[in-house]
């Protein structure tokens, strides 16, 4: 069964909201860990619109489980990643512009610039995943980059209008896994999994961890982190 990553930035949304000290995103952290989270996860965003500098700083030290870094390849991310020492760096696209992230990496294209920051992560000790999307290309050229995991997005089964959507979007999930990890990739999952979606892609053996925010801390806000936490995990199968 899929390990669950607890992606807290959503936390820190509601804190930004009004520049306030609460909620912070450090004690979710502590409580999904106690509910039973395998990991953490945040976006250190370059607009710093949730989490923020000092929050990945705290978490490095508080994190009993796995910390779980996404971000641009910047050379400032980069640099702070290396200050930092997360467990794993998942390198993701970024707009100003967006919501949230809106697609995978185009590993293909950008292979030349990734490269060379996929080997300094390497060399500070880093383990390195790319999220991208379900498209065999983009795994292979993952693989070709010396990444050590993949993310694919799970944006199209979670978005899917009608069942027979679905299921093609969890089939090509599932060949863009099996490929990863014929490849020798490890391969996680997630963008937009909900308590009423999850199963399926959970019961994937291909998969060893799925990474859950939004539905999570919506879920949080009403009934509080741990019980959320374990709701998560119960739907997964995962207890």
């Known amino acids: 069964m899929a390990r669950l990553g607890v992606n807290i930035d959503h936390v820190a949304t509601v804190r930004q909201a009004r520049r306030a000290p609460e909620p912070d995103p450090v004690h979710a952290a502590v409580l999904a860990e106690l509910a039973g989270a395998h990991g953490i996860t945040v976006h250190l965003r370059g607009d710093r619109r949730h989490i923020q500098d000092r929050d990945v700083e705290v978490l490095r030290q508080s994190v009993r489980t796995r910390l779980n870094l996404e971000m641009s390849g910047t050379q400032e991310m980069v640099r702070i990643a290396l200050t930092v020492k997360p467990d794993q760096v998942t390198l993701v696209p970024e707009r100003r512009e967006e919501l949230t992230t809106e697609g995978g990496l185009d590993v293909v294209l950008n292979s030349v610039q ?98 859950i925010g939004h539905s999570i801390v919506a879920r949080a806000v009403l009934v509080g982190m741990e019980r959320a936490v374990r709701e998560m995990l119960d739907a997964m199968g995962a207890r």
């Open 114 to 211: 990734l490269k060379p920051v996929v080997k300094t992560l390497h060399e500070g000790g880093i383990r390195v995943s790319l999220f991208v999307d379900p498209d065999l290309e983009q795994v292979k050229e993952s693989h070709k980059v010396d990444a050590q995991a993949v993310e694919i997005n799970t944006a199209s089964y979670a978005e899917a209008r009608d069942e027979k959507a679905r299921e093609a979007a969890l089939r090509k999930l599932v060949d863009a896994a099996r490929f990863g990890r014929r490849l020798g990739l490890e391969v996680h999952a997630g963008h937009g999994l909900t308590y009423g979606n999850v199963r399926a892609v959970a019961q994937q053996n291909e998969l060893t961890e799925l990474n």
